[in-house]
């Protein structure tokens, strides 16, 4: 197993700092370069993290070649991978009984359309939910996800093993792998909102919807009593 490297601690990183920016107050400066070095630790804990997913024990075997459907019609669970060894599903919250889509979902996959570009050269990817193909391709069509493949779990059956037992309309974001002829379960998150912290929406970390993370940018932050809409009308 190779050495951990030495790493010079955040603080130090953070004293070489040289930006400045016109007419800032000292006290900014301090409390930025303070913010700097946890920046740079929470760097290094994502690294931390997503080396400890990469190397989770070896998932289970899938329980079956789920049928599903395709825009094309009938496709096996299988065929999802192309001739890639990693796949990543969103499951989304259109399942037959609702109106119209889930506004959240549909903000998720609005960034997840423009990144699948280059994403999809390195793995393959799906969004499935419960609705018939026909209501998911219209939908598809409305919102311009021309680069997402979207699938019907018509039976629910992968919706019950990988999302929720109970075939509940929630998300789910799952990863499976290929190897040889054997898939694989390597990784779903798994944080329910009893997880969530008092004041806080129940969500997973990294957050899969840029949204959010752009708007920790901003010194309003995320806010309590905003959410995304499906439309917002003329500007």
């Known amino acids: 197993m190779p050495d951990t490297p030495t790493l010079t601690p955040a603080q130090q990183l953070a004293a070489t700092n040289k930006a400045h920016f016109p007419n800032e107050s000292a006290e900014y400066r301090q409390a930025r370069n303070a913010l700097l070095a946890e920046e740079i630790e929470l760097r290094r804990h994502l690294e931390r ?16 070649d789920f049928e599903l459907v395709s825009e094309a019609g009938p496709i096996h669970f299988s065929n999802l991978f192309g001739d890639k060894d990693t796949l990543l599903v969103y499951s989304m919250m259109y399942g037959p009984q609702r109106k119209a889509p889930c506004p959240s979902c549909t903000s998720c996959l609005s960034g997840w359309n423009g990144t699948a570009v280059n994403l999809r050269e390195r793995v393959a990817i799906a969004v499935t939910a419960r609705s ?15 680069n997402l493949p979207f699938v019907s779990d018509t039976s ?42 008092p004041g806080q929406d129940p969500r997973g970390a990294p957050d899969l919807d840029l949204l959010w ?17 499906l439309g917002y009308g003329p500007k």
């Open 49 to 64: 993290v997503a080396a400890q997913r990469r190397a989770l024990p070896q998932g289970g075997e899938i329980l079956q």
């Open 213 to 229: 993370q752009m708007l920790d940018w901003t010194p309003e932050g995320r806010g309590t009593d905003w959410y995304p809409k």
């Open 132 to 146: 018939p193909i026909e209501r998911l391709v219209e939908y598809k069509k409305q919102r311009g996800f021309a």
């Open 156 to 197: 629910g059956e992968y919706t019950r093993a990988y999302v929720n037992p109970e075939d509940a309309d929630i998300p789910g974001f799952s990863v499976f792998t290929r190897q040889a002829k054997t898939i694989r379960h390597f990784y779903s998150g798994e944080m329910g909102g009893e997880m969530a912290d």
